[in-house]
C-alpha cells in the first residue's frame, strides 16, 4: 500500500521569503500522480499544484513549484514570496494511475509571519 | 459552476446516537467520495462511488457507517451508532470520471462531535 509522510508538522515564514515543504511517498508503481492541497479554516481542500510521474519536469503554478524527485520519492513544495493568504495547512497526496483514491499525508501548518 | 455542497457544516451528537451527512457533487461529475479527517490527521477514504455503483468501501467502518447515491447524484452517508472516535471533518469531493487524472473538487466538509 502507498504511504505518504510529510515530517514537518508545522512552518512559519516571513511575508515575502520562500519556504519549502517536505514529502516523502512510499509506491512501488512506476507511473501515479502527485497533488499539494491547500486547507484554510474553511476547510474546503484547494489544490495547489499537481505532478505526474513520468513527466521530469517540476510542475510549476505562479508563486508555486515543486522540486520531484522520483528515484528519491521525494516531491517537496517551494512557495515564493510568501503571502498572507498562504496561511493554511497544506497536505500531500498520492494518486495511482490505475485508481481515483487519494493518499494524503498527515499534514504541514504554514504560518505567514507579517 | 457551482460547487460540492454539504450540510449540515456543523454537528454535535451524543454517542450512541445517529447521525447522517449530505453531500451534492458538482453537476455532471459520476465520481463521489467520501473521505473522513481526523483532527491532526490528513483525510482518509471512507467510501467511493461511480455514478450509484460503489467502487471501493475497503475502508469504510460497515458495522456503523453506511453510505447511499440512489440516483447517482447527491448522496448521504450515515453513522449509526456514532462513537467518541467518529468524531472527524467529513469531507464530500467529486470529478468527473474514473479517467480524470486531475484531483478533485472538495466541499467545505461537515464537523462531527461525538460527546
Known amino acids: 500500500a502507498q504511504t505518504v509522510t510529510q515530517s514537518q508538522p508545522e512552518m512559519s515564514v516571513q511575508e515575502a521569503e520562500t519556504v519549502t515543504l517536505s514529502c516523502t511517498y512510499d509506491?512501488?508503481?512506476?507511473?501515479?500522480?502527485l497533488f499539494w492541497y491547500k486547507q484554510p479554516p474553511s476547510r474546503q481542500m484547494i489544490l495547489v499544484i499537481r505532478?505526474?510521474?513520468?513527466?521530469?519536469q517540476n510542475a510549476t503554478e505562479n508563486r508555486f513549484s515543486v522540486n520531484f524527485q522520483k528515484a528519491a520519492k521525494s516531491f517537496s513544495l517551494k512557495i515564493s514570496d510568501s503571502q498572507l493568504g498562504d496561511a493554511a495547512m497544506y497536505f500531500c497526496?498520492?494518486?495511482?494511475?490505475?485508481?481515483?483514491?487519494?493518499?494524503f499525508g498527515q499534514g504541514t501548518r504554514l504560518t505567514i509571519n507579517p | 459552476e457551482a460547487g460540492v455542497a454539504q450540510s449540515p457544516r456543523y454537528k454535535i451528537i451524543e454517542k450512541r446516537q445517529s447521525v447522517a451527512f449530505w453531500c451534492n457533487p458538482i453537476?455532471?461529475?459520476?465520481?463521489l467520495y467520501w473521505y473522513q479527517q481526523i483532527l491532526g490527521q490528513g483525510p482518509k477514504l471512507l467510501i467511493q462511488?461511480?455514478?450509484?455503483?460503489?467502487?471501493?468501501d475497503s475502508q469504510l467502518p460497515k458495522d456503523r457507517f453506511s453510505a447511499e447515491r440512489l440516483k447517482g447524484v447527491d448522496s448521504t452517508l450515515k453513522i449509526q451508532p456514532a462513537k467518541l472516535e467518529d468524531s472527524a471533518v467529513y469531507l464530500c469531493?467529486?470529478?468527473?470520471?474514473?479517467?480524470?487524472?486531475?484531483?478533485?473538487?472538495f466541499g467545505s466538509g461537515t464537523r462531527l462531535t461525538v460527546v
Open positions: 505532478q505526474e510521474a513520468y513527466k521530469q
Open positions: 462511488f461511480q455514478n450509484n455503483g460503489v467502487v471501493d
Open positions: 497526496a498520492y494518486r495511482s494511475k490505475g485508481a481515483q483514491k487519494l493518499v
Open positions: 453537476s455532471g461529475h459520476a465520481t
Open positions: 469531493a467529486s470529478s468527473q470520471g474514473l479517467s480524470t487524472s486531475y484531483g478533485y473538487t
Open positions: 509506491t512501488s508503481e512506476s507511473d501515479y500522480y
